[in-house]
């Protein structure tokens, strides 16, 4: 796969998905682009292994992104840095404010029914 060109993915691509590649991507640019870190934030950790938003004592200093600690919370989402820098924007500066509550949605039934029906579609 690393020696083929843009196209000769997407043309690939669409032919699994049975979209016609000329009508829909006929006249675009495909710049592959390889990323051998993307599955680095999905190593097993331990809960010291990354720091918390704001650590204890910090009154001017945060960490934000995805390589903090935030419990329950899924990596590898938009949601999760918003939400990091919530917590470190609203923790530094003392607001008053609530932070979204994280979504369970690995319990909820609807989701779980959902996968299933998909897995066998
Ligand atoms: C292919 C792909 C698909 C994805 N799909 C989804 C999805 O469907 N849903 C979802 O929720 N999430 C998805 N994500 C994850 C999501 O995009 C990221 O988790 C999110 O964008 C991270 O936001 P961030 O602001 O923490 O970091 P980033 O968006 O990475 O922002 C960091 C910024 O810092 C800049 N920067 C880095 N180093 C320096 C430096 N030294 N000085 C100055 N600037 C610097 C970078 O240029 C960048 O602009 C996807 C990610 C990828 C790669």
Same mark, same amino acid.
């Given at each position: ?8 993915? +997407? #043309? ?5 998905? =049975? ?14 682009? #390889?990323?051998?870190?993307?599955? !680095?934030?999905?190593?097993?950790? /331990?809960?010291?292994? #990354?720091?918390? $938003? ?5 009154? =001017? +200093?945060?960490?934000? /992104?995805?390589?903090?600690?935030? $419990? ?8 999760? !840095?918003? #939400?990091? @820098? ?16 994280? =979504?369970?949605?690995?319990? !909820? ?9 998909? @897995?066998? @579609?």
């Amino acid at each position: 796969m690393s020696d083929c060109t843009g196209e000769e993915i +997407l #043309r690939e691509l669409f032919g699994h998905l =049975n979209f016609d590649y000329d009508e829909t991507f006929g006249n675009a640019n495909n710049i592959p682009c #390889r990323m051998p870190y993307i599955t !680095s934030m999905f190593m097993p950790r /331990s809960p010291t292994d #990354r720091p918390v $938003p704001v650590p204890e004592c910090s009154k =001017n +200093l945060a960490f934000v /992104s995805q390589f903090v600690e935030i $419990p329950e919370e899924v990596v590898f989402t938009v949601e999760f !840095s918003v #939400r990091v @820098a919530q917590i470190a924007v609203y923790q530094l500066l003392d607001i008053e404010q609530e932070i979204p509550p994280i =979504n369970h949605y690995d319990k !909820s039934i609807k989701v779980k029914f959902d996968a299933v029906i998909k @897995a066998f @579609a």
